[in-house]
């Protein structure tokens, strides 16, 4: 295991409704990127945090937002739900310092938009 | 442009098989990082290996063994006397800088059958 949790582990939304996820990063760790992951794709970077600041985004929509907290862990919003949001939400905690180069995830949330 | 190339998508073999997952990838940086990640059904990316730019090494963890060609941009990943438990959607990934964004392929389902 990672060290990497997140909640929920699943959720059912509605179209038009917002969503928060949760992610608690890895001991030691300060970077937590968000991927989106749509049935039978490879994961997608949404952005990515370093010490509560956006360290980078991928071609997602404002909808998506993030916010990361002094202990390092991180929630994702999306806020308008749309169908295609439907998708498992990967959360990853890496450190910038070091070798730290991989990226450990974690079970992720699984996301559907009805 | 970076992009990562996994051209099969779903491969069975018979258990104690070989069996090599193709990789190739594209991108312009002279330093870059090379993953593999699995993916078993419970869908937590479990990290295999990260293979760095200028280190050409093959390397070999014991079934797993990964092969880094940087004059056709491939990096595959070769399981050797396969298992079941082997079964899993496995991805290759792209990262330009340490921390930073990863691009993934599409992944491969690997089944091996008993």
């Known amino acids: 295991e990672t060290g990497v949790t997140q909640s929920p582990t699943h959720l059912i939304k509605t179209r038009g409704q917002q969503v928060t996820l949760r992610c608690s990063s890895q001991?030691?760790?300060?970077?937590v990127s968000w991927y989106q992951q749509a049935l039978g794709q490879g994961p997608q970077f949404i952005f990515q945090y370093y010490r509560e600041e956006e360290n980078g985004r991928g071609n997602f929509p404002p909808r998506f937002s993030g916010l990361q907290f002094p202990n390092y862990s991180s929630e994702l919003n999306v806020n308008a739900l749309e169908l295609d949001d439907s998708a498992l939400y990967l959360c990853?905690?890496?450190?910038?310092?070091?070798?730290?180069?991989?990226?450990?995830f974690g079970p992720g949330t699984r996301l559907t938009v009805t | 442009a970076q992009k990562v190339t996994q051209a099969q998508t779903e491969i069975s073999v018979v258990e104690k098989e070989d069996v090599t997952l193709d990789c190739v990838y594209e991108?312009?940086?002279?330093?870059?990082?090379l993953f593999w990640y699995k993916q078993p059904p419970s869908g937590e990316l479990v990290f295999l290996i990260r293979r760095n730019s200028f280190d050409e090494q093959n390397e070999i963890s014991g079934r797993y063994s990964w092969n880094f060609q940087k004059s056709t941009s491939s990096f595959n990943f070769t399981i050797t006397a396969s298992q079941v438990v082997d079964s899993a959607v496995y991805f290759c990934a792209l990262s330009e800088a340490p921390g930073n964004q990863f691009y993934f392929g599409t992944g491969t389902s690997l089944t091996v059958i008993p």
């Open positions: 001991s030691g760790h300060n970077t």
């Open positions: 990853a905690s890496s450190t910038q310092q070091g070798s730290g180069y991989e990226q450990y």
């Open positions: 991108t312009r940086d002279t330093t870059y990082y």
